[in-house]
Structure formats: C-alpha cells, structure tokens
C-alpha cells in the first residue's frame, strides 16, 4: 500500500474524521450514562473480559454509524464528479478501493483499539488476573467495524444516493435491534412457567453482545470462527461493489456475504449453553483453608478468608454436624429465570449479590455468609424480589449469632422497617420454643431454602411448606 496515497486519503476524505466520531459516543456511553458497567465484578474498568464484552456491546450503536460513514465515503467519487474520469485511468479500480477502504479501515481499528486501551489501563489497576482470553473478543469487534464500513462503501458506490448513508445506518441500526430484541432471541418457559427469552445463532451475526454477567464467562471459540467468516463476506461484498462496474458484477458481489451468513450460521452454536461459556482458567477456585474465590477475585480472597472461617465456625456450633463446611464463590451458570441450585455442604455467594456486596468485610460480611448459608435465596437467575427468603435471612442470622441483627444490604429505610415489623415476632415465638423444636424448624427452614420448594420464612413460623 502506498503511504503517501494513503496520507492524501486520510486528508482529504472523511476517513480521518471517522475514528473521532466513532470513539467520542463510546467513551460518552460508558463514562456518562449509569448502568450496570459501572459496579459490581462485572464492570468495564473490573476484568479484561468484562472490559471486552462491554466495549464489544457499545457496537449496538456504533456498528451502523460505521456503516452510514462507509456509504458516505463510498459517494465520494459520485460527489465529486470524477466517476468517469477515474475510469480511464491505467491504475486498476481495485487499488484506489483498497486505498479507500484501507484508510476508514484504519481510523476506525484505531478508534476501537484505543477505547480497549482505555478500558484496558484501568483493568490493571483493578485486578491481578491476567490472560488473553479476551483478545478474540475485541479483536472481532474492531473487525466488525471495518467490515461494516466497507460494506457501507460498497453499498455507496453502488447506489449513489444522498440518500444512501442515513438509510444503510437506518437499517444496520433496525438490524441490530432486530437481533437483540426478537429475530435473535428465542423464547422458552421456565420450570416455574416464566417465558423468558435466550439469544440464538442468529443473534451472533449481530456485532454486538449480550451484557457481561459474571466476570469468569466468556464467548466460546466456535463463535468466534463464526462471526469472523461472516465478517469476511460481509467485507467481501463490499469490496467487490466497490469495484464491480456493470450491474452483473455487483450482483455476483453478493455472493460473498450470503455465503458467509450461511457458512457462519453451520458454525455458531444453537445451544445458547454453548455461546456464553464459563473460562474454566478463570473460574478455577484459589483457596485459604475452607473458603475459595475464583481466579478473577483471588485479590478478595484475604477480606473473605476470616469472615468465611468465622461464618462456618458460628453455623457449626449452631447446627452441628448439618453445618456446611466451606465457602466458596459461586461458578454456576444457569439460563435467566432458572431455579437456583445450593448445596448443602457449602456456602455459595456471588460477589454481585446485594447481601455479600454491600457487606464487603469484617462482621457484616460474616452474617451475610451465615445468611446465604441458612437461606442461600430462591429468586430466579436475573430476577429480583423481595420478601420470604430475606425474612428467614433476618431470623436465621439472629438464631446463629444470639440476637436479632440487621440484614446486611442496601436496603431502604423502609423495607428495613418492613423487614422488622415481620421478623421480631418470628424470631421471639422461636427463642422462646425449646431448643430442640427450634432446631427443627430450623431445618425445616433450611430444606425449603436449599431445594427452593417451600416457603422459608413460613417454615420457620412452624407452617408446613408449600
């Protein structure tokens, strides 16, 4: 590629404009606008492949500004009226397209790879887990843009239109749309009879991804073969409009993304389990004693050792050989509006969850995990709720410690007072039973808790579950 064309390219064209006004809106999305890529492990600045995910979701809006920038590019020659001229040049019309697609193609590489460097500087600051895993990542989200923007020129040239750019961004935007909320979604019921909605293969021809939802899932391989070949097409086509010069080739210019979407649709998984997948490297447990975090969080791992130890030491003089006997960061994933599974002998917590998150350490963060120990919560995968389970949360960290105490949260005044209001007559009727009958509406509890088929707080007031 010759540079000097290519410096005269970036001058005098759009192209050098078309990084600035890709980046500005990231950067304003995800430092601006509040939402869940501020907090939790699961932030964009918290993990590298969080950091990926979130930067490749922000595509939702600037893969088709990169397509209306490419069909705005590609008019150029029309613009300007120099078609003709072009034609009866020596220099073959595939090196000029090269050079055009070749200098937006830059710009926005570069626009995309500096928003991950961004990210990607405050990531090391934040933790100590370090691996590659997210480079495909990232990678196919600036390809995807390059791929977008040389469609959209080839799309230009071939309708040269005024009208052409806003209508191609338009309809990359309604795509996109389309496959985050319908075309690329398939509807199931739960177990309980909740519809709930998963994303499926056609989804993944959309450049953008789901929301990250734990620090240690990530994209599996097949879906990123997939995605690149489609890319590839799409990127084929639009260089082949850009350099077809009778109606016969611009058809035949189609051939390229057609059978890459067909090709990358054999190639992406239909199993939604297979697309988002756990990182087994990342998701491995880093253990003081009985309490274990994952690798993304081995950091946390000296706040939660001593309260972890403690919270067991208090659940075994409580409960006895039923007591759990370790502790350790939860790794399941399981499919929005599923039941959540517990386990008997261990204390699993999410770092996310509202009752460990907002203790963070010390005394607080020991009666949360005797919380989540007792009464571990019921509420479907990606739902929330208020109501039984954090009753019996609150009676059951005062029946373990010897007094009723408040329930780690950020809780507002008044459910505190709700939470109050229900439990102080609850927790008097059980310390004034004998201790064998609290011990068994204890368990009793704990059964309805663990296997999510009764009413706790109902168990504990001596009712049968439901």
Not at 80 to 94: N, V
Not at 149 to 169: H, Y
Not at 245 to 259: C, E, G, I, N, S
Not at 373 to 391: N, Y
Request: glycine residues 10%; hydrophobic residues 50%; aromatic residues 6%.
């Amino acid at each position: 590629m010759n540079i000097r064309v290519l410096g005269i390219e970036l001058r005098r064209s759009v192209a050098l404009w078309a990084g600035p006004v890709v980046l500005a809106p990231a950067l304003a999305f995800l430092y601006l606008i509040p939402g869940s890529w501020w907090s939790g492990t699961t932030a964009w600045t918290a993990q590298w492949t969080s950091m990926a995910l979130w930067t490749r979701s922000v595509l939702f809006y600037l893969w088709p500004l990169a397509v209306g920038l490419g069909a705005l590019q590609g008019l150029r020659d029309q613009r300007s009226k120099m078609s003709e001229l072009l034609t009866t040049t020596s220099r073959p019309a595939r090196h000029r397209a090269a050079m055009l697609a070749g200098a937006t193609g830059i710009t926005l590489a570069s626009a995309f790879a500096l928003l991950v460097l961004v990210g990607g500087v405050q990531v090391l600051a934040n933790t100590e887990y370090m691996h590659l895993g997210w480079l495909p990542i990232s990678l196919v989200g600036a390809f995807s843009l390059v791929a977008g923007a040389v469609l959209g020129m080839g799309a230009g040239r071939a309708l040269p239109s005024v009208l052409t750019p806003p209508a191609l961004a338009m309809g990359a935007f309604v795509f996109t749309a389309l496959m985050y909320m319908s075309l690329g979604r398939t509807e199931t019921i739960t177990a309980a009879g909740a519809p709930v909605t998963e994303p499926n293969r056609v989804s993944l021809l959309s450049p953008t991804v789901e929301d990250a939802r734990e620090a240690f899932v990530t994209l599996s391989a097949s879906v990123h073969v997939g995605q690149t070949i489609w890319l590839l097409g799409m990127a084929a086509t639009g260089f082949a409009l850009l350099v077809a010069a009778t109606p016969r080739a611009r058809l035949l210019a189609l051939t390229p993304v057609l059978a890459g979407a067909v090709i990358a649709l054999l190639i992406l998984p239909s199993d939604p389990r297979r697309i988002y997948v756990v990182d087994k490297a990342a998701a491995v447990q880093v253990c003081d004693g009985p309490v274990c975090v994952t690798k993304t969080q081995r950091a946390r791992l000296a706040d939660v050792a001593g309260p972890g130890k403690e919270a067991l030491r208090l659940l075994h003089g409580a409960l006895g050989s039923q007591a759990p006997v370790s502790v350790r960061e939860n790794t399941a994933i399981l499919p929005e509006g599923s039941t959540p599974r517990w386990s008997r002998k261990t204390v699993l917590f999410d770092f996310d969850d509202d009752i460990i998150a907002a203790a963070a350490k010390g005394k607080e963060l020991t009666w949360a995990l005797i919380a989540k120990g007792m009464v571990p919560g019921c509420t479907p995968t990606g739902w929330s709720s208020f109501g039984p389970d954090e009753f019996a949360q609150t009676v059951a960290i005062g029946w373990v410690l010897g007094d009723l105490k408040p329930l780690p949260g950020t809780l507002s005044a008044g459910l505190r007072r709700e939470i109050d209001a229900e439990t102080r007559p609850v927790w008097k009727e059980l310390k004034a039973l004998p201790r064998a009958e609290q011990l068994s509406r204890i368990n009793a509890m704990r059964a309805a808790a663990l296997s999510c088929k009764g009413d706790t707080f109902d168990a504990l007031k001596g009712g049968a579950s439901r």
